[in-house]
Each structure stands twice: as C-alpha cells, then as structure tokens.
C-alpha cells in the first residue's frame, strides 16, 4: 500500500555509521529536515550533525556519552537521551516521515519494531532484523499502517523491478554478488587472511562487519534469507550471481524468461534516497553510467565449496524456524573475535556451521524463542571459539 508520505522530516538511527553518514548527504541535497538522531559512542560526529541540522532529539544508547553530548550542545534546542530503552521511546515521540534505520546487527531489530509502532516509512538497512524476526516486524507493520522499502542495493534493485508487477509473474530472483576481495581464491589460500585483507571491499564503503561478512560470502547468505522473507519467494526461487563490476545490482526473470535488471554505478546513496522519495525519483548524487566506458560486464557462479557459508544460509531458510537467528548470532560473535585477531578467517567458516547444523530448531517460534535463541547461540560459539584459540 503507498502512502501519503510527504518525506520532509526524517529520523536517521546510525547516524554516525556508514549508511548513516551517507543518510546525512542525502538530507543535505533535499533539504530535509531531521527530526531525531541516534548513534552509540561517537560524539564528535553527531555533535557536528546536530549542529547542522538541529534536530529535535539525540540519542546516544552509550550513558557516558550521552551525557558529554548533553553538556556540548547545550546552546541547541535539542533534548539528549542515553540508553536502549530512551531510543525505542523517542522513536515513537518523533514525527519524522522516514525512519533510516542503520543500526547494525541485532541491535536493530527493537528499533525497526518501534518504527513499525509509531506508522512511520522504514528506509532500511538493518538486515539482521528481517533475517531473524521479519514475521513480527511485518505484522507491526500492517497493524499501524507503516511500511518498509529496503536500502541494501540488492534489495532495492529487486524491489524496483518489481514495480506493477504480480508475485505469480516471477520464475526466479538474481541476487548479484561482487564476489568480494577474495573472489578466486580457494580455503587454503584464505588462510592467512587478516582483518585488514577482509575489510579491502574492491567496491563498497561499508563497516567493519559487514565488509568482511561480503568477504565471505556470509552477507550474501543473508540477502538470500531477506530477499525470501521480503519478497515472498521460495529459496530455490533465489539465483545468486557473481558480478565483479556491481553495475547491475539484482535482476527479476518473469515466467516468460524476461529478464528486468536494475543497474546504476555502485553507490548507496542512491538506494537510501529512493527509500526516502519513493515512489519519486529526484535528482542524485551517483554518476550517470557511461556504457561506451564500462565495456563488458561479467558473471560467473559463486564458488559454494570454498565460500560455505552462503549455502549454509539456503539450510538455515530452508529449515527456518529459529536457525537464521543462530546463524546471525554465531557469525556476529565469530567476525568480532576475528577483526579482534583472535581466530583466523577461515575459522568463522568451521565455527558458525558447526553451531548452526548442530542447532536444535523450533519451527514456529514466538518472539521470546527468538531472543533466547539468539543468547544461547551467542553463548555457544564462545564455548567453540575457545576450541580455536
């Protein structure tokens, strides 16, 4: 359902990340007005953004900073809040249009609910939350009339592709992947993989765990599991494809054998607008394409035997229930302890399938299933993390 969504005052939650700071360019070049800001520590950055834009409310889920903040732009109008439980409340206060939520890993799901309560448009980033409980958020979704248009470029070409178009149409969904900084290479020559190789992303400007989730073909794994939960399609219905140059960014084959793709340069700022402006589109900060200058692009299938995680994510969609909340829970703590040095790349491959496979599911999970699933298979890769080190 389209709403009347006049996209002129917005929240962006992240703000200080990638996809937030990206947020902000946007409401620069429109001109919009932000209502609310959050982040977690990085008070130097939201205090040059509250500075600019002078917002309603900050929050800062860290108590520490929340407070230095507090002290710094006392010459604002702004009111500055601490922790978890102030961010869920002010979200609902606000009287943004368009809730950006670039909050990352699990921590996004309370926030992404909060949008859905208080009716607002979710230009989201936050996978994680439509990985592991995408069926609650949508009935909050429904229940009070919001709605959400995806961020991720994947997404947000497939969603564009999919405009006027029948669910019964589609034959089958291509997810395109660049393949990442170690595309070609096999287990043993990924190895000795450091931080600093995983986080080389040859295309996208991301953070930290999501650039080295790319690197193994997890967050890959991860869109299939959202592009299944968003666009009602079953797992076989998901072609995942290598595309090294990131021009074409999905595609939807239709039971006639079309195939409509969306393609543009590689650049975010474009996904978050759309989800801003939709069903409009408006001026933007991507390069126009030069097709003479691109030359060739090029696809190939994902190398499944060496990257092992993506097809551990087809088991995790298949088998449902609790098992995606595992697999995000074991690889969020298997990538911290591995950008902390503590275990080797290849080691978050072995560690987060023996914690999925080894799972025991529960097919219709209530939220709190959920929740416990997600301590429990955190707790657990502790415990096998320990076997590595």
């Known amino acids: 359902m389209e709403r009347n969504n006049k996209n002129n005052s917005i929240a962006i939650l992240g703000s200080t990340g990638s996809v937030g700071k990206q947020s902000i360019e ?5 001109n919009l007005k932000i209502d609310l800001l959050a982040s ?15 917002p309603k409310y900050c929050v800062l889920t860290n108590e520490k900073s929340a407070s230095d903040l507090k002290i710094r732009i006392v010459d604002l109008n702004t009111k500055v809040y601490s922790g978890e439980k102030n961010l869920l409340d002010v979200i609902e206060q606000s009287t943004a249009d368009t809730a950006i939520n670039a909050i990352s890993g699990f921590a996004g799901l309370a926030p992404a609910i909060s949008c859905a309560k208080s009716g607002k448009r ?9 990985v592991i409980a995408y069926k609650f958020l949508k009935e909050e979704i429904k229940k009070h009339n919001a709605e959400l248009i995806p961020v991720d ?15 019964n149409d589609i ?21 000795g993989i450091k931080a600093k190789d995983a986080l080389a992303h040859p295309t996208w400007k991301m953070g930290a765990k999501i650039t080295v989730d790319s690197a193994s073909l997890m967050n890959k794994g991860f869109e299939v599991i959202e592009a299944v939960r968003l666009f009602d399609v079953k797992p076989e219905q998901i072609k995942v494809v290598v595309h090294p140059q990131s ?17 543009g340069a590689p650049d975010m700022r474009t996904c978050i607008q759309y989800a801003i402006t939709y069903p409009n589109r408006m001026p933007s900060y991507a390069n126009s394409l030069d097709f003479a200058k691109l030359g060739s692009l090029s696809f190939e299938d994902p190398d499944m035997n060496t990257f092992t995680l993506l097809p551990l994510a087809f088991y995790a969609i298949e088998k449902d229930g609790i098992i995606p909340t595992v697999l995000n829970a074991s690889d969020e703590i298997a990538v911290k302890y591995f950008l902390e040095e503590k275990i080797k790349f290849t080691d978050i491959f072995d560690i ?7 799972f025991r599911n529960i097919d219709s999970p209530t939220l709190e299933d959920i929740l416990n699933a997600d301590k429990e298979a955190r707790a657990l890769t502790e415990e096998k993390i320990k076997l590595f080190r």
Do not use: W
């Not at 946007?26 to 429109?30: C, D, E, K």
């Not at 595309?183 to 190895?191: E, Y």
């Not at 595609?251 to 409509?260: K, M, P, Q």
């Open 247 to 263: 021009i074409m960014h999905s595609a939807v084959e239709y039971n006639d054998n079309s195939v409509i793709a969306q393609m």
């Open 122 to 130: 979710i230009a989201m980033s936050n996978k994680e939350a439509i």
């Open 26 to 30: 946007i409401a620069r070049l429109l």
């Open 171 to 191: 034959k089958r969904i291509i997810l395109t992947s660049s393949g990442g900084p170690f595309r070609g290479k096999n287990k043993a020559k990924l190895m």
């Open 352 to 358: 987060v399938e023996d914690v999925v496979r080894n």
């Open 153 to 167: 470029s994947e997404h947000s070409a497939i969603f564009q592709c999919l405009q006027g178009r029948a669910k």
């Open 40 to 54: 977690s520590t990085s008070v130097d950055e939201i205090e040059k953004q509250a500075r600019e834009f002078k």
